[in-house]
């Protein structure tokens, strides 16, 4: 069983739909981020959060400790939304980051 | 002001080729970070620098697997003898040091190297 798991693996939506991304991860963290990765490679975070909730945009990244999962939505998803969200999170011993699998994300307009 | 970059952004290797993979990180960062990533996978951890100082290579898959990083700013990731199995993207990250007090210093990632091994 890997450390991050993510859900679900693949994600089609119609533009417009309310997205919902999920990460559970077994191990205690310091931090945990989510990342998006276009094609050709480059990740860019979005957000770096260890408690609570953060909003950037149409982005909301909500963390839950004593349950150890997270969730990234987006909101009226748009087809530029299309690329990999990564979850990954940063263990308590130092500055080692682990990551999910990603979740494929495709919106079509 | 100029981001993570990585050079060649392609490798095409024979099998049992060396090859060398370069990151310049952001200006001022101490730490960096090199990760690969197989095709559909997340990335996983290879080794970490702080300044010149290899503070963490429990990731490296092989003795074939080599990083260095001289002067605490250009790092390269050195394999020997490719394998078809090191066919992946290979990622660098830079940071300021990973903790401030009590707050964590993002990474900042490069582009990637995709790397194949014919």
């Known amino acids: 069983k890997n450390e991050v798991e993510q859900s679900p693996q693949n994600l089609t939506a119609q533009e417009g739909e309310f997205i919902t991304i999920n990460c559970s991860y077994s191990?205690?963290?310091?931090?945990l981020h989510w990342l998006q990765q276009h094609p050709g490679g480059g990740i860019v975070s979005l957000f770096m959060?260890?408690?609570g909730k953060k909003k950037h945009g149409r982005l909301i990244a909500t963390i839950n400790i004593q349950e150890k999962h997270s969730s990234l939505h987006i909101t009226a998803s748009h087809p530029r939304d299309s690329a990999v969200y990564i979850c990954?999170?940063?263990?308590?011993?130092?500055?080692?980051?682990?990551f999910g699998e990603g979740t494929q994300l495709t919106v079509n307009p | 002001g100029a981001g993570v970059s990585q050079s060649p952004r392609y490798k095409v290797a024979k099998r049992g080729q060396d090859v060398a993979l370069r990151c310049d990180p952001i200006s001022g960062h101490v730490s960096l970070f090199w990760y690969q990533q197989a095709l559909g996978q997340g990335p996983e951890f290879l080794t970490y620098f702080q300044n010149e100082a290899q503070l963490d290579k429990s990731g490296l898959p092989s003795d074939r697997f080599f990083a260095e990083r001289p002067e605490g700013s250009v790092s390269t990731l050195k394999i020997q003898r490719t394998q078809q199995e090191d066919s992946a993207v290979y990622l660098c990250?830079?940071?300021?040091?990973?903790?401030?007090?009590?707050?964590?210093?993002?990474?900042?990632f490069g582009p990637g190297t995709r790397l194949t091994v014919l």
């Open positions: 191990v205690g963290i310091s931090a």
């Open positions: 990250a830079s940071s300021l040091p990973p903790w401030t007090g009590d707050t964590y210093n993002e990474q900042f």
């Open positions: 990954a999170v940063l263990g308590t011993s130092g500055s080692r980051l682990t």
């Open positions: 959060l260890s408690s």
